[in-house]
Structures are given as structure tokens and as C-alpha cells.
């Protein structure tokens, strides 16, 4: 097990350094003066873009000002916006909240989810099942924005049951509506993944070995059929998490839930560069992050994975 | 046994076992249709209800983005008063006006194109990319392998939304149709070049791929000639999914505010976002652009479905 941790943390290591620097070329290669933009209409002197050139190290080659970059951002300065704030302080406000919203979302989704693709996989050509597929159909075919929009408007204006926005301090009951549609996509997924994999446990040969000796199906379901049947949900939890950021942007801007998705959006909308990518960074880094636990997660439940020989 | 088809025996060369049943079981029905893995696959599709309505809808939404005159005869953007503003349906503008006095028919049907256009372009992308950088690696191995799918891992890395945004954000005079699709395809290949690089190394252990180096062909022609074209099938089932994702992500990238710009193209995403302030007092201006959105990509998605299941002789024999 200790080596396979090590692996794969070696193996993160080379995705870490290629995905921040692709993100640094992406802004190098960004056309215009930063310096005179920061002048705005006004023609700043030799001595102050030399000076400015040298505190923002704009006079150091590529490579130096990639590690530069890297530097601050292992140490956790982050830069400033447009109007002088820190990101790091901004990130402080909004995380938690983007990370209770994240949380409701999976929890949703996975209770939902699981329960919902079991019952349809047990009752494989039912009912049930039939409508599960065409409902999972539905969602994912339905744009995020567009579901949170119809969601905004039919439970939070035309039936009046929750507030259509986030309101101050974004209290848990007020966050229950937006990850209810930050989990709908994901949830389609998980329903079909379990659906396809109870099936293919429920004709395994232990399977019918535990009914034939006469154990009760409140025991076969949850402990022989669920546990077994729930590996392929878990790996693509790491799938899951790069939709649930993407998604989570879309809708706390929708729902004006002051998370770092609503800040980006805000940052988006405000031509706020620096902003703009110190937050993709972090959100690339901590997809990265989460990709490498889930993995290692993924590892711990199926012996067979840690044996893999390369 | 009793249909009168010409039968014709394997040669045997060792003893004549048996004429009676087991017999029949070597035997080669000439006049059996010819059968491969794509004439199967349109056999089963041809006969289930999605593949059609998905085929109908995506046909009547590529007329729509050829001939949008034919269904409306009101430019999208020429005729905006705002004395219409979020005016309800009138003879002439069936769906009613924006809150900028715009029709929202007109938006609607100029938007197919913009959508579908997006979509074929970072599908074309996508495909390209990935099928050529799969092939390499799957079919070359060794170091140009390696080498490859780590640039692929870190590219899968980088969420694709978030990367088109940055990307987005630095062109903010000159967004156009052929930006936006790079800045969505661009990061979105690697997960077509490895669906198709595990497909090349089980295609490449076959006789054919031996016998065509075997005969002279250089490694790149083989790879061509032989190995791509039976690689293939994954990706087409997985670009017509990545069409849907890239006409969703288009919307979004438009909704999040770093889209086409609203007054040059028609585009659902926008028409969406910018229903937003009107979702108190008139919220069908919302609802519209949703739908046609929603039932285009579902169209695309219920195809992809379908023709992964008839690709798919496992998925065949579960139904």
C-alpha cells in the first residue's frame, strides 16, 4: 500500500507542475501591456515602468517568472485584484462556503443517487427503472445554468417555497435549493453507474451463493450487492469533482451564493485578470489535489488496483 | 434446416467425421447477408424509436441553422424597441420580445447556427487531435507513449471550462466562433486520445497489422491504413457526446459572460443569461432559449447512446 501511495504522488507531482504552467503561458501569451493598463489613459514615465517592471519581475525571462509564480503560490500568496485586494483574503471569506455548498451537493447526491440506481438495478426492465433512465436522460442534457434557472424561478418565485436567493451569512437552509441542482448532473451519472454495476453483482456467483443458503434479502442488498457494487461510483467521484467545480461557478452565481465560483464570476464580469487566474489556479490545484486523495481512496477499497504492475 | 440454401463445406483434409448434424455446424451459408461490425450496428439501430426521434430532431435543427429565413422572416437584432420591451406574443413574433425589445423567435432560430457551428468545430478539434495523438502512442508505444499521455494527464487535469475562461478573458475584443471552440477544444482531447489509444493496442495485436508490415508497409501507412480505420468506432460514439458537452459549454462559457458577444452572434447562452433580469416579470423569455437549448443537446447525447449500444455487441445482447 505504501508504495502504491508513493507511485501515484510521484505521478501527481509531474500533472502539478504542467497544469500551473500551462496556465502561466496562457497569461504570458496575453497580448498588451499590463503595466500601461494599469496606467490607464495616463503615460506613465520611463523610471516608473522600469520600476514597476522590476517589483513585478516583468524584466526576468520566462522560466525565472514561472518559478517566481510557483514560489508564491507553495507559499500561499495568491497576488492582488485590480482594486488591491488580496485573493488570499477573498478565498478566506468564500471557501467555506463554496465547500458547505460542495458538500450538500455530494451528500445529495450520493444518497439520491445510490438508492435511486439500486432500486432500478434490483428491478432491472421495471417501471422504476424505465423512468430512472429517462429522468437521467433529462438531466444530463439539461445545462446546469438552465436547470438552476428554472429551479430559481418555479420553487422560489412561482411556488414561493424557498428564497430564490442566497441570503446573508448563506444558512444551510438557504443552500438546500442550489445543491439540490449542483447535484442533479452528477447524479445522473452515479444512478447509472450503480444501476450498471448492481446488475453485474447481483449475477455474481456469491450472490447466489448468499441467497441459496437462506441469508434475508435486508442483509444480501446493503452488505453483499452495495459494497461491491459501489467502486465504480467512487472513481468517478474524481470526474464528479471537476463538473461539481465547473457547476458550483454556475450556480452560486445564479443563486448569489458568495462562494469563490460567485467571486470568479463577479472577477469574469469585471475583466479582473489577476483575479481571474489566481482563482483558476487554485481551482486547478485543488482538482488536482482531490483527483490524487480519490485515487488513493480508490486504492484502499479494491486490493486489485495497489497491485497493478507497470 | 430447411430452407434450400446452397451450402458449401469447409475442405477437410483429414477424414469426413460426420454428414449429419454436427456437419452443419462448419458449414457457411453463402447467401447469409454479409455482416460486419457497422452493418450490424445500423441493423439494430434502424429498428429502435431514440436513434430516429434523436436522427429527426438533429436534422430539423441543421436545417434551421442552414435556412433560419425560412422560419422567420424577422432579423434577430435589426427590429429591437423598446417600446416592445418584454412584450408578450403578437402575430409576427410568436415567442414575444425581450426586455431589450428584441424577438425571441428570430434569437432562437439564428441561434441554432451559432450552437451547431461551435459544436462541429471543437468536435472536428477533438477528434482530430485525439485520434492522431491516441494513434501515436497506442500504436508506437515505448517512450513517445509515455510522453504523450503524460501531456494528455495534464491537460485532463485542467477542467476545460475553467481553462476556456482564462482563455477567453485574454481575447476580450476579438471573441469569434473559430476562438471559442479552440479554447473549448483544445484542453478536451486527451480523453479521446486515450479511448482510442486502448483501442489501437488491442487492434494492433491482430494478423492483418502484422501481415500489412509483413508485406512492406511502413509503420506510419499501416498505422492509416490498417489500424485507425478500425479504431475508430469508440471515438464516434464519444465525439457525438462531446458535440452535446461543446454546445453546453458554449452556452456556459456565453452565460458566464465570456462568450460571443451578444450583439454580433445569436446565442442561447447569452439569450439565457441575459433573460435573468427578467425572470420576475416575464420568465418565458428564459424558458424559450432553455428548451431549444436542452432538446438540442439531448438529441446529441440520445444519439451518442444509441450508437454506443449498437457499437456495443455486449450492450446488444443485454437488452
Given at each position: 500500500m505504501i508504495w502504491y501511495i508513493v507511485r501515484r504522488v510521484l505521478q501527481g507531482i509531474p500533472v502539478f507542475f504542467g497544469s500551473t504552467f500551462i496556465i502561466f503561458s496562457m497569461v504570458f501569451a496575453m497580448p498588451g501591456n499590463p503595466i500601461l493598463r494599469m496606467f490607464g489613459d495616463r503615460t506613465p514615465t520611463e523610471a516608473q515602468i522600469a520600476a514597476l517592471e522590476a517589483k513585478f519581475h516583468l524584466d526576468q525571462d520566462f522560466f525565472t517568472r514561472y518559478f517566481l509564480y510557483l514560489g508564491d503560490i507553495l507559499q500561499g500568496n495568491l497576488g492582488t485584484t485590480y482594486a488591491g485586494q488580496s485573493v488570499n483574503e477573498i478565498l478566506a471569506r468564500t471557501f467555506p462556503t463554496t465547500l458547505r455548498l460542495a458538500l450538500l451537493a455530494i451528500i445529495i447526491q450520493l444518497i439520491v443517487g445510490v438508492l435511486a440506481g439500486l432500486i432500478s438495478g434490483l428491478r432491472k426492465g421495471g417501471i422504476f427503472d424505465h423512468a430512472t433512465l429517462l429522468i437521467t436522460l433529462v438531466l444530463i442534457s439539461v445545462p446546469v445554468f438552465v436547470l438552476a434557472f428554472v429551479a430559481q424561478w418555479f420553487f422560489g418565485i412561482e411556488l414561493g417555497w424557498v428564497r430564490p436567493t442566497v441570503g446573508q451569512g448563506a444558512p444551510w437552509q438557504d443552500l438546500i435549493l442550489p445543491a439540490i441542482v449542483l447535484a442533479a448532473l452528477n447524479m445522473a451519472y452515479v444512478v447509472r453507474l450503480t444501476r450498471g454495476s448492481v446488475i453485474e453483482t447481483n449475477q455474481m456467483d456469491f450472490v447466489r451463493m448468499a441467497y441459496g443458503k437462506g441469508l434475508s434479502r435486508g442483509r444480501i442488498i446493503p452488505v453483499h450487492i452495495l459494497r461491491n457494487s459501489m467502486i465504480p461510483v467512487t472513481t468517478n467521484l474524481a470526474a464528479d469533482f471537476g463538473i461539481l467545480i465547473v457547476g458550483a461557478t454556475v450556480t452560486e452565481a445564479i443563486f448569489n451564493v458568495p462562494g469563490v465560483g460567485n467571486e470568479l464570476f463577479k472577477a469574469i464580469n469585471r475583466h479582473d485578470m489577476p483575479e481571474i487566474v489566481s482563482i483558476v489556479t487554485i481551482l486547478v490545484i485543488v482538482y488536482v489535489f482531490v483527483n490524487l486523495l480519490i485515487d488513493l481512496l480508490y486504492g484502499v477499497l479494491d486490493p486489485r488496483i495497489r497491485y497493478v504492475k507497470k | 434446416m430447411s430452407r434450400s440454401n446452397p451450402v458449401r463445406k469447409a475442405?477437410?483434409?483429414?477424414?469426413?467425421?460426420?454428414?449429419?448434424?454436427?456437419g452443419a455446424v462448419d458449414a457457411v451459408r453463402v447467401s447469409d447477408r454479409k455482416s460486419n461490425l457497422w452493418l450490424d450496428a445500423w441493423r439494430d439501430l434502424r429498428s429502435r424509436w431514440m436513434f430516429w426521434a434523436s436522427a429527426v430532431v438533429i436534422l430539423f435543427i441543421v436545417f434551421v441553422a442552414l435556412f433560419p429565413s425560412v422560419f422567420t422572416s424577422v432579423p434577430p437584432n435589426d427590429q429591437c424597441y423598446l417600446a416592445n420591451s418584454d412584450g408578450g406574443p403578437e402575430p409576427g413574433h410568436p415567442l414575444g420580445f425581450t426586455k431589450?425589445?428584441?424577438?425571441v423567435f428570430s434569437r432562437i432560430v439564428y441561434g441554432a447556427s451559432t450552437s451547431l457551428s461551435v459544436g462541429i468545430i471543437v468536435t472536428v478539434i477533438v477528434a482530430v487531435m485525439g485520434i492522431v495523438l491516441g494513434a501515436f502512442a497506442g500504436y508506437f508505444g515505448g517512450w513517445l507513449d509515455s510522453f504523450l499521455m503524460r501531456i494528455g494527464d495534464i491537460f485532463f487535469a485542467i477542467p476545460y471550462i475553467l481553462a476556456a475562461v482564462v482563455i477567453m478573458s485574454m481575447f476580450l475584443h476579438e471573441r469569434n466562433i473559430w476562438i471559442i471552440s479552440l479554447a473549448i477544444g483544445f484542453f478536451s482531447w486527451p480523453a479521446t486520445a486515450r479511448i482510442l489509444r486502448s483501442e489501437v493496442l488491442r487492434v494492433k495485436q491482430f494478423d492483418y497489422v502484422m501481415a500489412s508490415e509483413a508485406l512492406g508497409l511502413s509503420k506510419v501507412r499501416t498505422m492509416f491504413a490498417h489500424v485507425m480505420p478500425n479504431s475508430v468506432a469508440p471515438v464516434i460514439v464519444i465525439s457525438t457526446v462531446g458535440l452535446a458537452a461543446a454546445i453546453t459549454a458554449e452556452a456556459t462559457l456565453s452565460f458566464l459572460g465570456v462568450g460571443l458577444p451578444n450583439n454580433i452572434y445569436m446565442s442561447w447562452g447569452n439569450d439565457i443569461a441575459n433573460a435573468q433580469q427578467s425572470l420576475r416579470t416575464n420568465p418565458m423569455t428564459l424558458i424559450y432559449p432553455s428548451i431549444a437549448l436542452s432538446v438540442t443537446v439531448l438529441a446529441f447525447i440520445m444519439l451518442g447512446e444509441t450508437v454506443r449500444e449498437a457499437l456495443d455487441p455486449k450492450a446488444r445482447a443485454q437488452r
Open positions: - | 475442405p477437410r483434409y483429414v477424414a469426413e467425421i460426420d454428414e449429419g448434424g454436427l431589450q425589445g428584441c424577438d
